[in-house]
């Protein structure tokens, strides 16, 4: 895969979006993402500009990697965050239906899990 399509899954993930969406969003199929990426090429001019109109990122930053405006330590942190909440969304959603209480308890007892002989394991 060329740089320009890993540069475009970057952004489908970290957007939470899939290719199916990024081509009806550039009125082209579903297939055409994945002949560019099987020829490894990048693509013409135009499709490139649609691609990087619905990214929401700049042709310069899918073709070469320069000019990102999410690129700094922020995007990476959310794409790390991002992960981690859909890894644990169902905890999550069972935490937020919890009583004051319930909630208190389980910060209680979550805090105090890491204690082995007095020491906190971190």
Known sequence: MSDFWKRVDEEIDYKGINRAYL??????????????IKSGGTPSADTAVKIAAVLGVSVEYLVNGTNNPNSSKNHEEEQNQLRLYRKHSEIIKKCEELSPEKEKLLVDFISNFGCINGEINH
């Open 23 to 36: 081509a009806r969003k550039c009125n082209f199929s579903v297939t055409n993402i994945g002949q560019g």
